[in-house]
């Protein structure tokens, strides 16, 4: 890491001078007022760990308000990041180090820092005001016996900011915004962090001179204060995983699921057509997708969330890759769409970002809590494929596979991200695009012998024709349909034909799923089952069972309409069955009913993902209950 110009530094590479200690892997947290830039330094961190070849994961957490009451817990913004030289799994359940830029971000994180952790605080944000919105009615840094709990690093962030910026000629106001690249600095000397990116990126946001040098002063003297205050004794290095060799860069769940959705489109040699109606935490899709007009995507922000479901189905009718994202309440505005979809027999993707509800609920907190909805949440008899990725790089693949299913057997499918992989991040090995699978995606043109429900005896699909196309008018619409001719057809016998079919065809899609892997202990007699995001969590959760000699196994569902075929013999090869799901134990049912198991739920609705620990002390506790 050279010292770009401004550091104080007394050897040529650059380098503290001081001590370096070696860890494994260290969890941060940096939590402020949501006007504070905590996202942004959390995400510069990130991309400097990337840099620097550690493993990472990532949990911003911030308030549903645009901009909450400033000094309140509730408007509270932090981000977490878990960087290793380990193959990591999760975030991280407690921080190691907590950077807080006022007393309510104090407040609502302080217990979760570790015993011995760091704590760095900007002390003149701890004014009496300060202190009086967020609760205290003194000082808590000065609390007896904080210093023996943990490790407490008081700086007078705002002020030294102020004064490294002080002939500038700028407002205070922006001068006071520039306090977190201060932080950000201190926590990049403190972790020995590549610098250049940040440095390179300061230059590249901030247009106004006066705004770069005012950003790269304040990183450089957070730098510099810490190599110079005798506070610090003494640095960390978190050396590189081992990481297979590639090209990576650090991606949300949110952005590669676009990606996933282009590069599906483009194997498909298709247009790609999104519809959406902004919702969080969804909507960060719609603005990924809307900047890449130059490879074909067509992006429409419609006036809500009935229109992007109806402007989706119909760029589907003409020939695209059609998508629709929203969050679970738009799901439930787009469902007699999503039923027509299904009537007609079109491609369709329909993504939803779960979070909190009902409702507007928590808008941004992750919850697994529209399983039921995407399986179950329509009117009538209304199959619909659901894929749930597992991790921010995940959604790449799932969004890939849902384009890839949803033309193959001509049925609408449902992704089911959330707010956690949205928002998460991890490094990820970008594939080349002459490697991924391709998608068969021929339009039908040949007249002789066409009707338009001519089905396909692997798939039961029907044909896709272009509208227009010569001798293959068709009719479309939400009246049942006779089995060979198309035509509106009221008979019993074939309108239960045609359910019978529907069905049947999103059941074939489990005939080329991948087999079910199953991991951990091998001769467990206790099966945990993860879907969707708890994935992580609950892998890191069995890996530390199975070191204490506990003899468990995991299973992990990606597909959850149709299920994996072999899911019902598994789950009966085992004594107990948990599910852990971030909801009030919706798979549980459907496992419950399908297979008649008495299988176990752990539940969580706290808005956040599930810790390792607690899984782990959790399925401890129900493994000596059973016993």
């Known amino acids: 890491m050279g010292a770009p110009s401004g550091f104080t530094s007394s050897d040529k590479s650059g380098r503290s001078t001081k001590p370096v200690e070696s860890r494994e892997h260290v969890v941060i947290r940096f939590a402020g007022d949501s006007g504070d830039g905590m996202q942004l330094t959390g995400t510069q961190f990130t991309n400097q760990s990337a840099m620097a070849g550690n493993d990472i994961v990532t949990l911003p957490d911030f308030p549903a308000e645009i901009r909450a009451p400033a000094g309140t817990l509730a408007g509270v913004s932090g981000f977490q990041l878990n960087f290793s030289s380990q193959h990591i799994f999760t975030p991280g359940d407690e921080p190691d180090v907590l950077v807080v830029m006022n007393p309510a971000a104090y407040a609502v994180n302080v217990d979760d820092l570790v015993e011995g952790g760091i704590l760095i605080a900007d002390n003149d944000a701890f004014s009496k005001s300060n202190l009086r919105k967020a609760g205290f009615e003194g000082n808590p840094l000065e609390a007896e016996g904080l210093t023996d709990r943990y490790r407490l690093f008081s700086v007078p962030i705002t ?104 590069a599906a489109a483009a194997k498909a040699d298709k247009q790609l057509f999104y519809a959406s109606y902004p919702i969080t935490p969804a909507s960060d899709i719609l603005h990924e997708l809307a900047a890449h007009k130059d490879f ?82 329509r009117h009538g008899e209304c199959p619909v494929a659901v894929i749930a990725p597992s991790s921010p790089t995940d959604c790449f693949d799932a969004a890939f596979e849902a384009v890839r299913v949803a033309i193959r057997y001509m049925t609408p499918v449902i992704v089911l991200s959330d707010g956690f992989l949205a928002n998460g991040s991890r490094p990820w090995k970008t594939p080349s695009f002459a490697d991924l699978p391709e998608i068969a995606a021929k339009f039908w043109t040949e007249t002789l012998g066409f009707h338009p429900y001519l089905r396909d005896e692997d798939t039961l699909s029907r044909p896709w024709v272009v509208p227009g196309t010569p001798g293959l008018e068709h009719r479309v619409g939400g009246l049942e349909k006779d089995y060979n001719s198309g035509n509106i057809s009221y008979m019993p016998q074939n309108h239960e034909r045609m359910i019978r079919v529907r069905a049947s065809k999103i059941e074939r899609i489990a005939d080329e799923l991948q087999p079910l892997e199953v991991m951990g202990d091998p ?64 798979l549980v049912r459907v496992l419950r009913e399908r297979f008649l198991v008495d299988a176990v739920p752990i539940n969580r609705m706290q808005g956040q993902p599930f810790k390792t620990g607690e899984l782990v002390a959790e399925i401890k506790g129900l493994m000596e209950k059973r016993a």
């Open 296 to 377: 074909g995507v067509i992006t429409f922000q419609a006036e809500d969330e009935i229109a992007a479901a109806g402007v989706a189905l119909g760029a589907s009718f003409s020939g695209s890759v059609a998508v629709t994202g929203t969050s679970g309440p738009g799901v439930s505005l787009k469902g007699e769409t999503l039923g027509l979809a299904v009537m007609v027999e079109l491609p369709m993707i329909v993504v939803n970002v779960q979070r909190g509800g009902p409702s507007t609920g928590l808008p941004t907190k992750p919850e697994q809590s529209d399983l039921l909805q995407a399986l179950y949440g």
């Open 159 to 262: 002020k030294m900011t102020v004064e490294a910026l002080k002939d500038l000629g700028l407002p205070q106001k922006s001068v006071v915004r520039c306090k977190n690249f201060f932080a950000l600095g201190l926590c990049s000397w403190l972790f020995n962090r590549p610098t250049d990116a940040t440095l390179r990126w300061i230059e590249a946001k901030f247009k106004k001179p006066e705004l770069i040098e005012a950003n790269r002063r304040a990183f450089h003297a957070g730098w510099n204060y810490g190599e110079t205050t005798e506070a610090f004794a003494a640095t960390y290095q978190v050396p590189e995983a081992d990481i297979e060799p590639g090209r990576y860069t650090n991606i949300t769940g949110n952005k590669a699921l676009a990606w996933g959705l282009m």
């Open 523 to 586: 001769d467990a007699d206790t099966l945990v089952i993860s879907w969707g995001s708890t994935y992580g969590a609950l892998y890191a959760a069995v890996k530390e069972l199975n070191s204490q000699g506990q003899p468990i196994a995991h299973a992990h569902l990606r597909w959850l309409n149709p299920l994996p075929p072999e899911i019902g013999e598994l789950i009966a090869r085992y004594k107990r069955v948990i599910v852990a799901e971030l909801n009030m134990g919706q």
